[in-house]
């Protein structure tokens, strides 16, 4: 009887395989092309019919196959703009300065006023580590080119201590060739596509570590499942020997025990507990749809078809929800165009796509007490979370400073579900010019001493200070980035000619006002005072309301951009980028508005395996019952135990917004857009006609 079972198995997937090779041919749908198909080890085409895409990117583009792949030159927009015309950063203000003049919140957050959520910005952190990652390091491990930021003890609106007097910065790695007699450029380490690289990589090796079943380099000896012991994402040491693990990037709590990092496709996911939450998010929804494939496919088979599946759901997501959130609209979609480069520019990921301002410096998370022993809420406060208990509920405020940062052990105590549930609760900042100082002022690593949880500046505890608006500014320079006004003209928009004209501001003067130091204003902590602030429906409102969307200050920011830089020419592009007001009905000013258009109009147009140009969607829909059209909130009813109803319609609205009703009515939109049926491409009309004919063995 086995012998019969297995040969009955053996017929079944034959005859399978062979009724789906001729509807291929009848169909006319394309198989596997085989001359990219050595460059990223696929075990074949899926089921023999579909083309699984390269984790490498390559071969994307038949004609151009190596448009988007990993390891290419961040292609320009506008010419290198650097001192000596090849690679000598140009000068201008101290990044530091600027930040503490500009950039510096001084403890105010204003959020935004259309109650888009904190899922804004950890998606927008999530799909940036899909398509964009510079490289930092030589293979040997050697650093970049040292360029410190000199920090001014000194400076009156210097209000962090920093003994070590400089802010750590080390330059791009410039692509071979470049930076000596033809202008530096720098290198995109992974693919320029919306493809899930995040989740599996752009590497055949750590993929292979990554999944189930032997670790030899051989796919036909992988499990079709990711591995996630304990339902979370596996710790270096998970299969015995850490040093043959992948490697991730550690920091903080990390530092002295790097073997504790959990993996996952990009190396960076555990900067904070909202990405690597994110990332094991859409790990256990690809063991999800494994799950839910039949036992007659093959291992390989199951795996594929799970990672176009989540891919989809990502470019779904990133299409139809993240972006329509943010009021980023796209000319219509009309099909793949062979003619588009997708890949990521160095303008966008450089500039462009820098949204630490959205950044909300912590998470309120709601919960049942019982879901938490005390011994687990104890534990969560020994982490830096505040801890509120109230009869049957339990409150969980996480800051995004130090103590959360490269601490994998936070995630798996508040649980995955409660954590996802609590970003899209609240509303995130607002996206303009200040970052909120959590971000601006902290420590970029502490030591293993238990004492520096008490006082984190003691000296032993800290290696370095980060402010993530410095380094923004700085690497802007380190790039060749066009000033503000070249960036500008680079995207077909009008140069400003004032300050006033950056910031839409009547004046860019400094007013007369018995608090400033006259002639000196500039200096004077007092000039980013706000004497006012208002709530998104105009009402005054405080501090401590924690409600308010706009905000007046002492000084206006054209004044402040004026002394700074005393010429237009001269700002810095992100800087002047970041001061814009934002356009009515959208998250962005102009500039930013258009660098983000034209690339994600790209990454769309130019990727072949677009959900609306993929006939393998449609097919899968069909015989096994599996859309891709899912929103990011059902992605997380299906994946944790947190109820569907839980959460907002789209959880890219902030939850208590949606009760106040504002982004109700944007809400509605996307909802409706989300529930479309794909664009009927060819691609989508062979992959359904060739559905409707098939059917699963023995069904």
């Not at 935004?112 to 040997?140: C, E, I, M, N």
């Not at 990390?254 to 996911?269: I, M, S, Y």
């Not at 793949?336 to 462009?352: D, I, L, Q, R």
Request: with cysteine; glycine share 10%.
């Amino acid at each position: 009887m086995p012998g019969f079972a297995r040969s009955v198995r053996h017929r079944t997937r034959r005859t399978g395989a062979l009724a789906l090779a001729a509807l291929a041919v009848a169909s006319g749908l394309s198989v596997t092309d085989t001359a990219y198909a050595h460059r990223a080890k696929p075990s074949g085409a899926i089921l023999g019919i579909w083309e699984a895409q390269s984790l490498s990117g390559a071969g994307n583009n038949k004609a151009h196959p190596e448009w988007g792949q990993a390891g290419r030159i961040y292609p320009r927009v506008a010419p290198a703009n650097y001192a000596d015309g090849v690679g000598r950063p140009v000068s201008g203000p101290n990044p530091r300065y600027v930040s503490n003049r500009i950039v510096n919140d001084t403890g105010t957050v204003l959020y935004t006023p259309r109650g888009v959520s904190q899922w804004a910005f950890v998606w927008g952190q999530f799909v940036d580590h899909t398509f964009a990652l510079r490289l930092g390091r030589r293979q040997s491990g050697e650093p970049g080119e040292t360029a410190n930021i000199p920090v001014d003890a000194g400076d009156p609106l210097e209000s962090f201590p920093n003994r070590l007097g400089m802010l750590f910065f080390e330059r791009s790695i410039p692509a071979p060739g470049t930076g000596e007699t033809v202008p530096r450029e720098s290198i995109n380490q992974i693919s320029s596509y919306v493809n899930a690289a995040a989740v599996y990589s752009n590497s055949e090796a750590r993929l292979d570590w990554m999944r189930e079943g032997t670790v030899d380099g051989n796919p036909a000896n992988n499990q079709a499942r990711l591995l996630m012991p304990g339902n979370y994402l596996p710790r270096r040491d998970s299969r015995g020997n850490p040093e043959t693990s992948p490697s991730m990037v550690v920091g903080g709590h990390l530092v002295n025990t790097p073997f504790k990092a959990a993996v996952a496709g990009d190396q960076r996911a555990n900067e904070n507990p909202a990405l690597l939450a994110t990332q094991t998010l859409f790990a256990r929804e690809h063991n999800r749809i494994v799950a839910a494939l039949p036992g007659w496919l093959s291992q390989e088979d199951k795996f594929q078809i799970a990672r176009a599946v989540v891919i989809a759901e990502q470019q779904y997501i990133t299409y139809n929800e993240y972006l329509p959130a943010l009021g980023v609209n796209l000319p219509q979609y009309t099909g793949y165009k062979p003619n588009v480069n997708t890949e990521v520019t160095n303008e966008f990921a450089t500039v462009g796509f820098r949204g630490h301002s959205q950044i909300r410096g912590k998470f309120v998370i709601e919960s049942a007490a019982s879901r938490y022993t005390p011994a687990t809420l104890d534990a969560l406060r020994s982490m830096g979370v505040t801890v509120t208990v109230e009869g049957d509920d339990v409150e969980l405020v996480v800051p995004l400073g130090e103590d959360a940062f490269f601490r994998p052990d936070l995630l798996e105590a508040i649980q995955l579900g409660p954590l996802l549930e609590g970003i899209g609760r609240r509303a995130q900042a607002r996206n303009d010019e200040q970052i909120d100082n959590l971000l601006r002022s902290f420590p970029f690593e502490l030591s293993g001493d238990p004492a520096c949880r008490d006082d984190p500046e003691l000296p032993q505890c800290v290696t370095g200070f980060n402010d993530l608006a410095a380094v923004d500014i700085e690497r802007g320079r380190d790039h060749g980035m066009p000033t503000y006004n070249q960036l500008r003209a680079a995207y077909g928009l009008p140069a400003k000619t004032s300050f006033k004209a950056i910031t839409g501001e009547p004046s860019e003067a400094f007013p007369a006002d018995p608090e400033l130091t006259p002639g000196d204003e500039i200096n004077d902590p007092d000039s980013l005072d706000f004497t006012a602030l208002y709530d998104a429906a105009g009402n005054p409102t405080t501090l401590e309301a924690d409600d308010a969307t706009r905000g007046v200050r002492r000084t206006p920011l054209a004044a402040r951009l004026k002394a700074i830089y005393q010429d237009v020419g001269k700002v810095d592009a992100f800087i002047g980028m970041s001061a814009e007001p934002n356009l009515p009905g959208r998250d962005f000013g102009e500039t930013q508005l258009a660098i983000w258009r034209k690339q994600f109009a790209a990454l769309r147009d130019g990727d072949r395996f677009f959900y609306a140009n993929d006939p393998m969607l449609p097919w899968i829909k069909v015989l096994f019952g599996i859309d891709y059209r899912r929103s990011l909130g059902d992605i997380i009813a299906l994946n944790t135990d947190i109820p569907r109803n839980a959460m907002a319609g789209n959880v890219f609205f902030a939850q208590e917004a949606a009760v106040r009703g504002k982004p109700a009515e944007v809400d509605a939109r996307t909802k409706a857009r989300t529930q479309q049926a794909p664009p009927s491409g060819a691609g989508a009309r062979k992959g359904a006609e060739a559905a409707a004919r098939f059917r699963a063995p023995g069904s």
